[in-house]
């Protein structure tokens, strides 16, 4: 009986370990890590051992439990909201940040076949706010600043 419940050990242990790596393998990641709005990011990911024409990626705050529908979203096939017939073990998307997006650090997540199941987290990136800047720190009363931003 012993050697029965090693065997069976022995085949749980091998069959966890197998799944994990499959599974562990799938990476996204987005560039640049910073940015404004009005620029665009790169999504890229690798590793998805059975993609389909429905894996998509949804964009949500960091700190947001990744609960719920995501802020946007795109099926990694077509790179927009569109259904495409080419699925895609890696690739990457070029995604345009809106002036719908306020200031705060995101993360994006890499969704299996249509469906809220997770293969991959990307790396946190910012989106900035204006950085303003002023002509000078100190103004005479009835003298002029100049403020601008970028």
Same mark, same amino acid.
Request: net charge negative.
């Given at each position: 009986?012993?050697? *029965? *419940?090693?065997?069976?050990?022995?085949? #749980?242990?091998?069959?966890? /370990? #197998?799944?994990?790596?499959?599974? #562990?393998?799938?990476? /996204?990641?987005?560039?640049?890590?910073?940015?404004?709005? +009005?620029?665009?990011?790169?999504?890229?990911?690798?590793?998805?051992?059975?993609?389909?024409?429905?894996?998509?990626?949804?964009?949500?705050?960091? @700190?947001?439990?990744?609960?719920?529908?995501?802020? @946007?979203?795109?099926?990694?096939?077509?790179?927009?909201?569109?259904?495409?017939?080419?699925?895609?073990?890696? +690739?990457?998307?070029?995604?345009?940040?809106?002036? =719908?997006?306020?200031?705060?650090?995101?993360? #994006?997540?890499?969704?299996?076949?249509?469906?809220?199941? =997770?293969?991959?987290?990307?790396?946190? *990136?910012?989106?900035?706010?204006?950085?303003?800047?002023?002509?000078?720190?100190?103004?005479?009363? +009835? +003298?002029?600043?100049?403020?601008?931003?970028?």
């Amino acid at each position: 009986m012993k050697k *029965f *419940f090693t065997f069976i050990t022995c085949i #749980a242990a091998a069959i966890f /370990i #197998a799944v994990k790596i499959c599974f #562990a393998a799938a990476a /996204i990641s987005v560039l640049p890590e910073s940015v404004t709005n +009005g620029n665009n990011l790169t999504f890229s990911w690798s590793g998805v051992t059975n993609p389909t024409n429905w894996d998509w990626v949804g964009i949500y705050y960091k @700190d947001s439990g990744y609960e719920g529908e995501p802020l @946007d979203w795109f099926y990694t096939s077509t790179c927009n909201q569109s259904e495409g017939w080419s699925a895609k073990a890696s +690739g990457s998307c070029n995604y345009f940040i809106d002036e =719908d997006y306020y200031p705060g650090e995101y993360t #994006a997540i890499l969704f299996s076949n249509d469906d809220y199941y =997770d293969i991959a987290t990307s790396n946190v *990136f910012e989106i900035m706010g204006a950085e303003l800047s002023l002509s000078s720190n100190s103004v005479s009363p +009835g +003298g002029q600043i100049t403020v601008s931003w970028s």
